[in-house]
């Protein structure tokens, strides 16, 4: 079984495990802009549904790259509160559900895991990250004034622990 949109591929392979490939073909990395989110949101959707699934795998199309944060200049273009409130909830609904799903759930990281890259990795039941140099966790978006809004910063401490937490958060350092 093969499903394809504009910015990701979801396939499952012999195991009965779902593999949703994320790559934004006119960018030179993947953010989560609000049409791929839509993507994300419907392929989980679909995912939740397929009973004989025995887990999913979130990996990146582009070398050495997981996903690079939000798109900032959508960001940029939010000037009403309750625009910005309703995106960050469309962020939220798509990270509970892959949070929530009845299978495991894991995030291949081969590269900068940035913001809500981070938030979406947090939200699976697993992250394996490879040991390469390119692979870094941060959520930077706090040195411009934004506050990670898709639930990472509940999730981050039940991962690596308050103190740890609090830095990253905090600060925005990898």
Do not use: W
Request: negative net charge.
């Amino acid at each position: 079984m093969s499903k394809t949109t504009k910015h990701i591929a979801l396939d499952v392979d012999q195991d009965n495990i779902a593999i949703i490939t994320i790559d934004l073909q006119d960018k030179g990395a993947n953010v989560l802009t609000a049409e791929l989110i839509e993507e994300l949101s419907m392929a989980v959707r679909h995912v939740a549904g397929m009973r004989e699934l025995a887990g999913l795998i979130f990996r990146s199309g582009k070398p050495k790259q997981f996903i690079a944060g939000a798109d900032i200049d959508e960001i940029l273009e939010i000037k009403d509160p309750i625009v910005g409130e309703e995106k960050a909830r469309i962020g939220q609904d798509l990270m509970h559900a892959i949070e929530n799903l009845k299978i495991p759930s894991a995030a291949i990281i081969e590269g900068p895991c940035l913001g809500g890259g981070l938030e979406f990795a947090l939200a699976c039941t697993y992250r394996i990250a490879s040991e390469q140099k390119e692979v870094t966790f941060a959520l930077p978006e706090v040195k411009l004034g934004i506050i990670p809004g898709f639930g990472g910063t509940q999730r981050l401490p039940e991962i690596i622990g308050l103190i740890g937490s609090l830095d990253l958060i905090t600060s925005g350092r990898n």
